[in-house]
């Protein structure tokens, strides 16, 4: 059966939510026009007037802001109240120059944690609950967002932060934790390191996981479902919309259900920024509808995925998002190809490898070079140690299928790739195509 925690938003009504999101996308043009000078220039420079906005159908006359609007206006630029009435800052941990900050409003965070808590709900998760938070705590988004929500729910929380794995596998065990929140590598990477410690899901009573901020695929959801014993969800979010609960999966496990009060989503054409009908495969863009310390209107997420009102068997009424495709920015282009991180992960998966991997672009003499290097298990290490080159070749074909470029494979020993606690670094490119 399943369960809500706003069940009058989250099974609301087409018109009904339609209704919310006129009302609020009326009243945020005119407080963002008012207040945010940025905007209010941009608005100007497009000739569009709040006046203009009468509902959601208007939407598409407003300007888009993107990531380097955020550069242009750091830090206080696209600010929509005055700073005394914001009470917590967040950050991107991008390089200096590409950094996001985000203020909130007491209001602000009271909402965001509504929307994570609608995620813990989905998941299973009531005030009977231990929730293990390994998201990172601080200026990142995971830790306190999902924190908030956990508590909303009455869930008992225990704010772990990322990193200490055997200290994290104590507690779960110690303290009982039903629910664990991280990064879908971390989780990858404590189940693994559960197996070396001879602890196996039984030892352990995690029903579910709550697992986002980084792109992952169908074969890992099953491989943590099994090393942990979980039902393992998807949550999705961004620092410049809140953060973590912009949009989270139900039982269905078939695409995120976006908090669309709080929350307008677009998908349009990357290229010429044309609005695309439903159904249709672009470029995610968001509107807060009623943020007041950072309320950004048409923002470009440069994340790639298609919307869905087809109805879901949870209930749940709200819009929902596919698993974010690809980034329309991170896209690798080697040697004229297209190429996404996560088309390499599935041959990985696929071919029975580990997902502890490492691209590695590089241009020498005017020609791109693609190196994927790929751990070992312990057993394959063990097993195959002999026949390397064998396996590599076989990996470098499988990977040409399915990208039409052939890479350099290298497998190396179980354990040498770093490993990261809060986001894998997956991709290295040293050609600086960018920036
Ligand atoms: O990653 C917020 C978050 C925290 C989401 C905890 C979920 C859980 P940023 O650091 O600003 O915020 O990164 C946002 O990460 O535009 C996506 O490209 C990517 N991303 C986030 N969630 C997912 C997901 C947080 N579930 C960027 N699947 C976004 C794939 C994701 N990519």
């Known amino acids: 059966m399943a369960n809500y925690f706003q069940p009058e938003v989250e099974c609301a009504s087409h018109e009904e939510i339609r209704a919310i999101q006129n009302e609020k996308l009326v009243k945020q043009v005119k407080r963002v026009y008012e207040n945010v000078e940025y905007y209010r220039n941009l608005m100007n420079e497009k000739g569009v007037t709040p006046d203009d906005i009468k509902s959601i159908d208007d939407l598409h006359k407003l300007p888009f802001l993107t990531k ?11 600010l929509g109240t005055d700073l005394k009435n914001c009470v917590r800052i967040h950050s991107t941990s991008g390089t200096t120059g590409r950094r996001v900050v985000a203020f909130y409003t007491q209001k602000d965070i009271e909402l965001w944690e509504d929307c994570c808590a609608r995620a813990i709900v989905a998941a ?6 231990v929730c293990q938070v390994a998201y990172g705590y601080g200026l990142f988004t995971g830790g306190f967002g999902i924190n908030g929500g956990s508590q909303k729910v009455g869930c008992l929380t225990l704010p772990m932060s990322s990193g200490n794995t055997e200290r994290q596998i104590q507690f779960m065990q110690d303290l009982h934790a039903t629910i664990l929140c991280c990064t879908p590598s971390y989780a990858a990477y404590l189940g693994e390191s559960m197996k070396e410690m001879g602890i196996t899901p039984d030892d352990i009573d995690l029903k579910a996981g709550i697992f986002g901020a980084e792109p992952w695929t169908e074969e890992m959801r099953r491989d943590i479902e099994k090393s942990l014993g979980i039902k393992a969800y998807d949550i999705y979010g961004l620092t410049e919309s809140t953060g973590p609960g ?27 920024g044309e609005v695309l009908p439903e159904g249709s495969k672009g470029e995610l863009v968001f ?30 009424t709200l819009i929902k998002m596919t698993k974010p495709m690809g980034r329309s920015d991170d896209m690798l282009i080697i040697r004229g190809v297209n190429v996404f991180p996560s088309q390499i992960e599935a041959v990985l998966i696929k071919s029975g490898y580990s997902v502890n991997y490492l691209i590695e672009v590089d241009r020498v003499n005017n020609t791109d070079t693609l190196d994927v290097s790929v751990e070992l298990t312990p057993e ?20 040409k299928i399915m990208l039409g470029i052939n890479p350099k494979v290298h497998l190396v020993a179980p354990k040498s790739i770093t490993r990261s606690e809060g986001k894998a670094v997956r991709v290295i ?3 600086k195509l960018h920036d």
Do not use: W
Request: aromatic letters at 8%.
């Open 68 to 78: 380097a609007d955020l550069r242009d206006a750091y830090p206080y630029g696209l």
């Open 124 to 129: 299973g998760g009531n005030d009977e609950d």
């Open 246 to 272: 912009v949009a989270f999966e139900c039982e269905e496990q078939s695409g995120m259900h976006i908090n669309e009060d709080h929350f307008l989503a677009e998908i349009i054409d990357p290229e010429t």
């Open 287 to 316: 509107t807060n509808l009623d943020k007041e310390g950072f309320p950004l209107i048409r923002y470009r997420t440069r994340d790639i995925c298609i919307l869905s009102r087809k109805k879901c068997s949870c209930g749940r």
């Open 380 to 399: 394959q290490f063990s097993d195959r140690v002999r026949d390397l080159a064998a396996q590599e070749k076989m990996l470098a074909n499988n990977m």
């Open 429 to 431: 490119d040293k050609r």
